[in-house]
């Protein structure tokens, strides 16, 4: 059978799964931990599965027609990914850069052709920050509104069902079937909540008594905390000081079963560690992820456990930040 594919849509997931033996035994660890290297994605990230799942979906309902400009407000890798996607389905795409995001996000943006813009393009963005603040819903309102004006389409990855779907359908049945099913605990992030919730959901369908557990960056760790040492992109935090779970997604859809909370300075801590001890390098949000499965991997009840862990990207756009310096 030919292995020449015709499309990067063709190339999304089915990304490895890969035991951490020598972080595993420097550490003392009492569990397995797994990683899935999400940067295997043909635009570097687990944002690709969503990305395309969204544009596919808009296709086949038909709100997306060949050659109609796409719009979306993204901090990075899902701008990153639907650059890719858009660029090999012959879409337009305009990007609106949510603030502190790496450089390096933004040059990979326009290497595949994008038009990147900044928050405060969005129209009326002066008037809405001045009333309300930096208040997403409102500025995403504001794009939505421009973008039915202009006849584009308009992603809205937080609120869009193809995206926890991708992770239901792609990411959850890829974990189980590489473990035979034999997973306890998985560990995520949340940026829009569209891994944790899809992957969140199909795990506890289909594997008796899993734990998921949800990890969130500390409040000085968020990416447009100004001159932070070490901050963690493209993530938020999802359990507010009043309790409400913040992702939109989360909210709907899912309820995680433990949260751990990891500073940006950590995570970069185990960034660095783990490159030398087992040769992989990780994004700062991967880093987060990794941070908290040590701790749980060195809890006594989790001895000889399989913990699984979403590393969404790799190390490549955060050369930038003090991340590896
Ligand atoms: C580096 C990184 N990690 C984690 C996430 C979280 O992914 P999700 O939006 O599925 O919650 C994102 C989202 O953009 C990201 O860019």
């Avoid at 990304?15 to 931990?33: G, H």
Wanted: net charge negative; charged share 20%; with cysteine.
């Amino acid at each position: 059978m030919s292995k020449i594919y015709t499309s990067i849509s063709q190339l999304v997931g089915h990304t490895p799964l890969l035991e951490l033996v020598n972080f595993e035994s420097n550490n003392d660890l009492k569990a397995k931990i797994l990683g899935k290297l999400e940067s295997f994605n043909p635009s570097g990230s687990v944002k690709d599965r969503a990305a395309l799942s969204m544009l596919e979906g808009a296709e086949a309902s038909g709100e997306l027609k060949p050659g109609q400009t796409v719009i979306e407000t993204t901090s990075g890798n899902t701008g990153i990914a639907l650059a890719a996607f858009c660029a090999a389905k012959k879409h337009p795409l305009i990007i609106f850069m949510e603030p502190g995001c790496t450089p390096e996000r933004i040059q990979i943006m326009k290497a595949y052709g994008a038009d990147v813009r900044g928050i405060n393009d969005i129209p009326h963005a002066a008037e809405i920050i001045k009333e309300f603040g930096f208040a997403p819903v409102k500025l995403m309102e504001s794009v939505a509104n421009y973008a039915k004006e202009q006849g584009y389409y308009y992603v809205a990855q937080l609120f869009n069902e193809n995206n926890p779907i991708a992770h239901y359908k792609t990411t959850g049945p890829e974990l189980v079937e590489d473990t035979d099913g034999k997973i306890d605990i998985a560990v995520m992030l949340a940026g829009t909540a569209g891994t944790l919730a899809g992957v969140g959901t199909y795990l506890k369908d289909h594997v008796d008594g899993v734990k998921i557990v949800a990890v969130q960056p500390t409040p000085d760790s968020l990416s447009y905390v100004p001159d932070a040492p070490a901050t963690i992109d493209g993530v938020v935090i999802v359990e507010k000081e009043d309790g409400v779970t913040h992702p939109f997604i989360v909210r709907r859809n899912f309820k995680y079963d433990e949260m751990i909370n990891v500073s940006g300075v950590d995570a970069y801590e185990t960034a660095r560690e783990v490159a030398k001890s087992d040769g992989v390098f990780l994004g700062a949000s991967a880093a987060a992820a990794l941070t908290a499965a040590k701790q749980l991997a060195l809890r006594s009840e989790n001895e000889g456990k399989n913990i699984v862990v979403i590393f969404p990207d790799d190390g490549m756009k955060y050369l930038s930040t003090n991340m590896y310096k």
